[in-house]
């Protein structure tokens, strides 16, 4: 009993699913010819396409952090082991 009950809920399931699907063509199944109205509906969604693309506008770069950085950077300074030496005075004795 419960064999048929399991398979009845996974049927009920599955039924819906399997009505959503469109016709999948075979292997050797040739596609149906569109019709004039067919062609005329992709040849104005092609050009509608093509259109929508042209009104893009050019984004040039951009700087994210433009805002945030400053425009007189200083340059980089050297790290404090690389300014100091060894044996010079400014190096802390240990």
């Not at 004039?36 to 952090?65: E, F």
């Not at 340059?75 to 690389?82: I, L, M, N, R, V």
Request: hydrophobic share 35%.
């Amino acid at each position: 009993m419960r064999v048929v009950l399991a398979t009845a809920i996974v049927a009920s399931l599955a039924l819906p699913a399997f009505a959503q699907q469109s016709h999948v063509p075979q292997y050797g199944e040739t596609e149906k010819e569109k019709t004039t109205s067919q062609k005329a509906a992709d040849k104005a969604a092609a050009d509608a396409y093509k259109r929508s693309l042209g009104a893009i506008p050019d984004k040039g770069p951009g700087d994210p952090w433009g805002a945030v950085r400053s425009t007189d950077a200083p340059a980089a300074t050297k790290t404090a082991k690389s300014r100091t030496k060894a044996g010079s005075a400014e190096a802390k004795p240990r």
